[in-house]
Structures are given as C-alpha cells and as structure tokens.
C-alpha cells in the first residue's frame, strides 16, 4: 500500500510540475500570401477550462495563439483572412458605438510604420468572404517586436480577447547591421512570451464608470440586447471551468510554464501583452535577477540601457527585456500591483502571484553573460523630435482627453463619429501635415460637463482634463503608423523607466493623472485618416476612437521619365482599388505562390537564432 501510495505522489508530482514554455510557431510573410481563415472554436485553455471561441486557423488547425508572422523591409506581405464564420446579418458595414456585428472581422497590423490605407481598419470581412491585406514594408522600417490582431469597431473586443492575435517580428534589413553585444542578444534562439488575459470572473464592480468592464460573458451577451434590430450571438462562449479559475493570464497559451536558463547568462526575453483589459506590472522573486529594458513597443531604448523592477504593460505593449540571474533555482515572475507605482492609478491593474516561472540551471545557456551597452540605430522616421519647432492642425487641438461619461466613451468630449462622418466632424485633429512636427498631452478626465472638442489651449481644469477629481486607472492610448516620442509626465522631465522613460518611443502610453502624458511625433512617408484610440477594447468598441486627418502639404511633382531609345517606356500602373470593403469577397485576390512545403520550412525556422533565422528564410522558396 505504501509503495502504491508513494507511486501515485510521485505521479501527481510530475504531472503538476510546470510544463516548459512552448514557442509559437513562425510563418514567413516575406513576397508571399499567408492565409488566416476565421472559425469557431472550442478553446481548452492549458485544462483550466474551456470555451466557444473565434480563432485564426493556420494549414486547417487553430492557432491560439495566433501564428508569428515574420516580415522584411523592401517586402511585400500579403495576409489573406477568410472568415468561415455563420452568416446571420446582411450588412455590417454601418457605423455604431457598442458592440454589434460578432462575425465580421478584419486585422490591424500594430506598430507597423505602413500606409493607413494598407493597414486599414475601416474594412469589413463578413462571413462567407475573405480580404487579402497587401502591406508593403518600407526599406528602412526598423527591426522589431510588434503583432496584429481582430480590429472590426464593434467586435474588436470579442475577437482579440477571445484569442484573435499573434507576434508579428520585423526582421532587420538587408543593410541595417545591429552593434556587436545587441546582436549577440538577438542571435539567440527566440524566446517569445505572449502574455494573453482569460477573463470570465463577472464584470468589475469598480468605484469609477470607467474601469467598470465587463469581462468575456458580458460582453457576448450585450450582442443579444437587440440594438438596431441585431439580437445575434452565434457563438455562444458556454465556459466549462475544470480548476475553479475564472479569471487568469496564460502565456503562449499555457497557465504558469517554466523558462529555463543558466545562471549569469543574459536571455532575451520578447513579450507581447494582448489582454485587453488591465495594466499589468511583471516582477521577478529573485534580488539575484536583473532586468534591463532593450526596446519597448518595437523601438530600442537609447543608452545606456535602463535597469527596471518591472516590465509594466499596457494593454498592446511589446517589450525587449535582457534578463540575468546570477543564482541557480527557480524565479517567479508575477503580476504585482506595487504601491510604488499607484501613479496607474488604484483600479485596473492585474494580479497574478504566478504568471510563469524561471528555472535558473548550473550549466548550459547561449554563452551571453554581459548587457548591451551600444547604441542601436534609428531609422529616418524614428529621429528625435525634441528640438523640433511644433506645429498645429487645423483645429488647433493640443490635448487629447480620454473619458468615460454617463455611459459615453470619448475622446475630447466626442464619441467616434466615424470613418465616412462629414469632414468638419471626422477628426480629432486635421490638417496635420508629412514633415511636420506635433504635440499632443494625453489626459485623464476633468470634471464632468467639461468635456467637448476643444480647440487650443484649455483653461485651467477646464476643457481638456486635468482639474478633476484624480482618475482611479489608466487609459493606455495608442496611435497607428506612426510612433510618437515621450516629452514629460505630469508636467515633469523625469520619469521612471518602469512605466514611460523620458525621450523613448511608444505606440501605447497610459495616461496618468491628474496632468497627463505629452507625447510628440512628426509623420512620415504616409498620408491619409490615421486612427488613434483607447486600447481598453471595451471602451475602442463604444466609441472611445478618432481620427488624425494627415496629408501632404508640400507634394513634389513627379516628372515622366523619358524612356531611353534602348528601353521601351513601362506600362502605366494599374489603378489602385479603393480600400473601403463592403463585401471583401469581391475585393482583389492575391494567389500565393509558395507551397505547404515553404509553410512548413518557416515554422521549422522558429527555433533558430535570429542570424540562423534569417538564412533559413531566405532559403525559402519566397
């Protein structure tokens, strides 16, 4: 009996033992179409629970999470989604600020320095047809971490919560060459951690209307309310909890693996923050593990490195953190809401004792024992605007005001009007024009009846935030296309680099309280509606969105190149489609024209170093 008993212990013990973290697979998306296609899924979250889903599937399985698309400068990648989902609305196409619409879907690319009219969210993939999304990535577009998930307004929250989202890595061009020691970083076996929130634990019962969200079954159900006729839910989530936890973080799809490295080796660790609900603040146990921060939201950190206490996410955050630890054992990383940090405010920030464990070894490891020290260089587009002259869009707006009131979620006092709204009411700021350099302060509400589409300069507390009673959490905003640079927080130079370093790039910055976040950017190379958003994705979904209008103030004539008597005059372009969809089945097809052989070479790839990598892509037939 004894000996029975001690088998089963011995048993049970290896089976709850951590399972090693598994590494997505990698999918090249480098001149070649890759196909996404759009089902319903029953999702058995790592066996601690279970539920009815939409998920991305790759070569006939689902992909939770999403697959890493690995793209190039100078390349063309062609991302085709097909939504198999049920047909059951006619028309989604219309504009609303509450969820409507669960089927049709559509994809953004985040943080990627590509034309809004490629990486275009005003597009509308209804069930039984499909879009292929052709981005052509600039030459000099930086390396680094970024991802891509659901963007449909009005069902945004649904599909990316619900597990529609993946990596997305921008390799280095072909001559953009990393100094000595970054390099050695990223030439190690990629280490990808995408760290994704399971929410099921009923909706918040916060002490502000704001960060009162709903968690997944709340959101389902507001699609059957019957607004605008719809009454439609086909996918109903029906969780079945096999431990007893509701509400969770998993990373790479699993609940709590380990990562193994040696000690006094630097491992570089890339995370991805998909949840879309809170702010989360990683911490290690261990006094003998250091982190240094290498690049945030895809751009690198200027030198020398920063040294933090904790990696803090705001929902849609990359971060490149180098991490040693000196002594052998096991480190636990965990979602800590310091007090230190209560600058985010007091609600809306995750809790985790465990997210995932370090098992720190005796031996072994990449042979990487020092920390970064050199600069990395930074494209045209990425150059420093603090010494630029600002200048101002047509509205003269200089604060950006996030708020949730009386059930309203709006920017500067205005509910997203839409992309086909009139001109005068379709933007946040117009005017905005290549070249030119903007600022903008990020701020939390002021009193209610304040807010309203301010243009210039508030008074003090008035207009704009900033006299308000304190704001309980923080509303991270995000921009696409074009990064911005921060320029001080709370109406100071200094920050901590936990949170928001001084003078770094972002695309995702949570605005503190009471005097906001200034941030600055001058757009590049790209013309057109570019959106700006709240990435709570509750609050994206009920209107909490706007509009830079940016154009071409200064356009260059472009002169007809004369053919030479040797070469015949090229053929005129083929037009360019619109890029508004309304049943994207009609829209362009770009046939693929690699085979299952080269799919299954990209993801045999995902194990190399990142030089390794790099020659076994190109080896792909591209």
Request: aromatic share 8%; hydrophobic share 35%.
């Amino acid at each position: 009996m004894m000996r029975l008993l001690l088998t089963l212990a011995l048993l049970w013990a290896a089976t709850c033992q951590a399972a090693p973290l598994r590494q997505v697979s990698m999918v090249s998306c480098k001149d070649r179409t890759v196909e996404l296609e759009v089902r319903e899924h029953t999702w058995n979250v790592d066996g601690q629970m279970t539920f009815h889903t939409r998920a991305y599937f790759y070569d006939g399985e689902a992909a939770l999470p999403a697959p890493t698309l690995v793209m190039q400068p100078g390349s063309q990648c062609r991302l085709k989604i097909k939504n198999s989902l049920s047909n059951q609305l006619a028309n989604c196409s219309y504009h609303a600020n509450y969820f409507h619409c669960p089927d049709t879907t559509n994809v953004h690319t985040h943080g990627l320095h590509v034309s809004p009219k490629q990486d275009n969210i005003d597009t509308h993939i209804r069930p039984g047809s499909d879009l292929t999304y052709m981005y052509d990535i600039p030459d000099n577009h930086l390396m680094g971490t970024h991802w891509y998930h659901a963007h449909h307004h009005g069902s945004t929250t649904l599909q990316a919560n619900g597990g529609m989202a993946g990596f997305l890595l921008m390799e280095p061009a072909a001559d953009y060459t990393l100094p000595a020691d970054v390099q050695a970083l990223y030439a190690q076996a990629p280490l990808l951690l995408q760290i994704h929130h399971i929410n099921f634990a009923g909706t918040d019962q916060g002490t502000s209307e704001a960060f009162t969200l709903m968690d997944y079954q709340a959101v389902s159900d507001d699609y059957k309310t019957g607004k605008n006729g719809e009454k439609v839910q086909t996918v109903e989530p029906s969780p079945t909890f096999t431990t007893g936890l509701h509400n969770f973080f998993i990373v790479n799809g699993q609940y709590q693996p380990t990562v193994s490295m040696a000690a006094g080796e630097v491992r570089l660790f890339r995370f991805l923050y998909s949840g879309g609900w809170r702010i989360a603040e990683l911490e290690l146990s261990s006094a003998a593990c250091r982190m240094v921060l290498v690049a945030r939201d895809g751009v690198f950190q200027y030198t020398p490195y920063p040294t933090i206490s904790a990696v803090v996410f705001a929902p849609g955050t990359r971060a490149d953190v180098a991490i040693q630890c000196t002594e052998v054992g096991s480190v636990t990383a965990a979602f800590v809401p310091a007090a230190s940090r209560d600058a985010l405010g007091t609600e809306n920030r995750a809790s985790q004792a465990k997210v995932f464990d370090i098992d720190v070894t005796a031996s072994g490891g990449s042979g990487v024992t020092a920390f970064p020290t050199s600069q990395a260089d930074l494209p045209s587009y990425l150059q420093a605007v603090t010494a630029q002259t600002v200048s101002h869009g047509t509205k003269g707006v200089t604060r950006i005001e996030l708020a949730v009131e009386a059930g309203n979620e709006l920017i500067n006092g205005v509910a997203f009007p839409g992309f086909d709204a009139p001109v005068e009411s379709r933007y946040v700021e117009s005017g905005l024009c290549l070249g030119r350099t903007y600022e903008f302060t990020i701020v939390p509400p002021g009193p209610p009846g304040t807010r309203k589409r301010q243009a210039g300069p508030p008074p003090a507390g008035g207009p704009g935030g900033g006299g308000g009673a304190p704001a309980t959490g923080a509303h991270p905003y995000h921009q696409h296309v074009n990064h911005f640079q921060i320029m001080n927080l709370n109406g100071k130079d200094a920050t901590s680099p936990d949170i928001i370093r001084l003078h770094e790039w972002r695309d995702v910055v949570p605005a503190y309280a009471p005097n906001g976040v200034t941030i600055r950017f001058t757009p590049h190379d790209f013309e057109g509606d570019t959106v700006l958003h709240c990435h709570i994705l509750q609050h994206e979904d009920h209107g909490m969105m706007g509009l830079f209008g940016i154009k071409d103030c200064d356009p260059k004539p472009t002169p007809s190149p004369s053919p030479s008597p040797a070469s015949p005059a090229a053929p005129p372009a083929a037009p360019q489609e619109d890029s508004k969809v309304e049943d994207a089945k009609s829209s362009k097809k770009v046939k693929s024209s690699q085979n299952e052989a080269a799919d299954s070479a990209a993801t045999a790839c995902a194990h190399l170093a990142v030089v390794p990598l790099l020659a076994c892509l190109a080896a792909l037939a591209l």
